[in-house]
């Protein structure tokens, strides 16, 4: 069974920086998308980011410019980069992955726990 587990999270200022980390167990064959949602109290889990497997990235306007997302296709990882930190990007941070399990099975999303990302003013 595969596993998604995010670590990094914590409480900081505004204007610190975090670094994300998304690690994975279990059986995988591969990988195609690699992502970051949030959710904040009382909000729905929105995309922060997403990175496909030649590296391509997209990001929600939101954290263009101070977020980075990067995948390690060797470890089936991915790391979230989070710069210049506002208090409105608290929120549990989850990683998700599109996972195929065998050679000859489907894709499916896979979610971690989450972990608390608190930014105070």
């Known amino acids: 069974q595969v596993q998604l587990v995010e670590s990094g999270g914590g409480l900081v200022q505004a204007g610190d920086s975090l670094r994300l980390s998304c690690t994975t167990s279990g059986t995988i064959f591969s990988i195609d998308v690699m992502g970051w949602y949030r959710q904040a109290p009382g909000k729905q889990r929105e995309l922060v980011a997403h990175v496909i497997r030649d590296g391509t990235a997209n990001y929600a306007d939101s954290v263009k410019g101070r977020f980075t997302i990067s995948r390690d296709n060797a470890k089936n990882a991915v790391h979230l980069q989070m710069n210049s930190l506002k208090p409105e990007d608290t929120a549990v941070y989850y990683c998700?992955?599109?996972?195929?399990?065998?050679?000859?099975?489907?894709?499916?999303?896979?979610w971690g726990q989450g972990t608390q990302v608190t930014v105070s003013p």
């Open positions: 998700s992955m599109r996972i195929k399990g065998s050679r000859y099975s489907d894709y499916y999303y896979y």
